[in-house]
Nanobody
Framework: QVQLVESGGGLVQPGGSLRLSCAAS????????MGWYRQAPGKERELVARITSDGSLDYDDSVKGRFTISRDNAKNTVYLQMDGLKPEDTAVYYC?????????????WGQGTQVTVSS
């Protein structure tokens, strides 16, 4: 099993910044992708950003140029730097880790952290 601990959410004014962190522990061997998803009220969970073990990046179009995902492999931690926040970024943000064991993939989710963008 993989345990994920998220931190960094909160209330921020439009145009402000937040940095989310997600630390993985437990059975962390074979982790090949770490990412952030978000879910706003009444909407489906969606990908925000993802980084693979070889450094490949993937961003949702709505956050390109504003959000930056990074990863510290030594600390098994993934970060999401969010700048230029907008009210429509308000959501619960979830960290997800994917492990590859032989030919199978296993996904693990964090508990979620609330991000609210409001004046």
């Amino acid at each position: 099993q993989v345990q994920l601990v998220e931190s960094g959410g909160g209330l921020v004014q439009p145009g402000g910044s937040l940095r989310l962190s997600c630390a993985a522990s437990g059975s962390i061997s074979g982790i090949n992708a770490m990412g952030w998803y978000r879910q706003a009220p009444g909407k489906e969970r969606e990908l925000v950003a993802r980084i693979t073990s070889d450094g490949s990046l993937d961003y949702d179009d709505s956050v390109k140029g504003r959000f930056t995902i990074s990863r510290d492999n030594a600390k098994n931690t993934v970060y999401l730097q969010m700048d230029g926040l907008k009210p429509e970024d308000t959501a619960v943000y979830y960290c997800k880790v994917r492990r590859r064991i032989i030919s199978k993939y296993f996904d693990y989710w964090g508990q979620g952290t609330q991000v609210t963008v409001s004046s």
